[in-house]
């Protein structure tokens, strides 16, 4: 196992995100001015504070939609929706933070939301009407969420420091709900 330090490790993430600066800004500025999004797929972006954000959205399929509000440096936001009326909405304050998210299927939601740093949420959610709520508040906070079926509900609450959650949910219609405080 390779051991590496942690400034040489914000050294070479500084020293890779630095170039996207200028472009995520004119990339802001573009999605601003308006965009190519096709048919009723909907992305809200705000840079406005931040200076290496970064965001991937891929959508495909009828009224999808996203709304990122990233502030702090280097949060990382990535999204994959495909189905119809799927919905995400992030909000990430602080330095490091990150979404992955898949959802497939229809009427798939997820709210999501950090305040802190170095926290990550990853969520997959594959069938029909799964919904997600997930809030973190603190410092090297993760979730690992994956939904497959239907009509699953998953509410998250995490406020602390290294708190740590997994959930599967499989088959029809379950609802977990977590909260965790440190």
């Not at 996207?20 to 601003?32: E, T, Y």
């Not at 406005?48 to 996203?66: K, M, P, R, T, W």
């Not at 999204?79 to 602080?94: E, F, H, I, M, P």
């Amino acid at each position: 196992m390779k051991a590496t330090t942690r400034s040489a490790v914000h050294s070479f993430t500084l020293a890779l995100a630095l170039p996207l600066v200028a472009l995520s800004s004119a990339w802001g500025g573009d999605l601003d001015s308006g965009s190519e999004l096709a048919g009723g797929s909907e992305l809200d972006f705000n840079s406005v504070i931040s200076v290496a954000n970064l965001a991937v959205a891929h959508q495909e399929g009828n009224l999808n939609d996203v709304n990122a509000r990233q502030y702090g440096l280097l949060n990382y936001l990535s999204a994959l929706q495909d189905g119809q009326k799927n919905r995400l909405s992030v909000t990430q304050a602080g330095n490091e933070n990150a979404v992955i998210s898949r959802q497939k299927g229809e009427d798939n939601i997820a709210a999501l939301l950090q305040a802190g740093y170095e926290n990550q949420i990853r969520l997959n959610q594959i069938g029909f009407a799964n919904e997600a709520g997930i809030s973190q508040f603190g410092i090297q906070n993760s979730v690992l969420v994956n939904q497959l079926g239907v009509y699953h509900n998953v509410n998250i609450y995490q406020s602390g420091n290294g708190l740590h959650t997994a959930v599967t949910q499989k088959g029809t219609a379950i609802t977990t709900t977590v909260n965790q405080y440190n």
